[in-house]
């Protein structure tokens, strides 16, 4: 059984950082791909960052250039999205995603999902 938990979100000011961490257990995921999205309220889920099993990353051109780092520690069966310098509209539900195969920007492209956790940034 697949599952993904996240975990880190939480209350911060504009310019803080903050780490979210994604722990996947099930099946062969050291070798999945493991994406981060995010929804804010009223929008669809966005892209933000992927990561294959070898640690090739993809970054959104728009929200997480240049601010997020994704990374993954396949010891600890963990993914990791270290965001920095956090904006108000950084705020959202983040969510950890797997996929086999290949990074993808795509929500339909993953097919396992954890709950989410919340991040709040302040102005």
């Known amino acids: 059984q697949v599952q993904l938990v996240e975990s880190g979100g939480r209350l911060v000011q504009a310019g803080d950082s903050l780490r979210l961490s994604c722990a996947f257990s099930?099946?062969?995921?050291?070798?999945?791909?493991l994406g981060w999205f995010r929804q804010a309220p009223g929008k669809e889920h966005e892209f933000v960052a992927a990561?294959?099993?070898?640690?090739?990353?993809?970054y959104s051109t728009d929200s997480a250039k240049g601010r997020f780092t994704i990374s993954r520690d396949n010891a600890k069966n963990t993914v990791y999205l270290q965001m920095n310098n956090l904006k108000p509209e950084d705020t959202a539900v983040y969510y950890c995603?797997?996929?086999?195969?290949?990074?993808?920007?795509?929500?339909?492209?993953?097919?396992?999902w954890g709950q989410g956790t919340q991040v709040t940034v302040s102005s």
């Open positions: 099930g099946r062969v995921l050291s070798s999945a791909a």
């Open positions: 995603a797997a996929r086999f195969g290949s990074t993808s920007n795509f929500r339909n492209d993953y097919m396992y």
């Open positions: 990561i294959t099993g070898r640690g090739d990353t993809t």
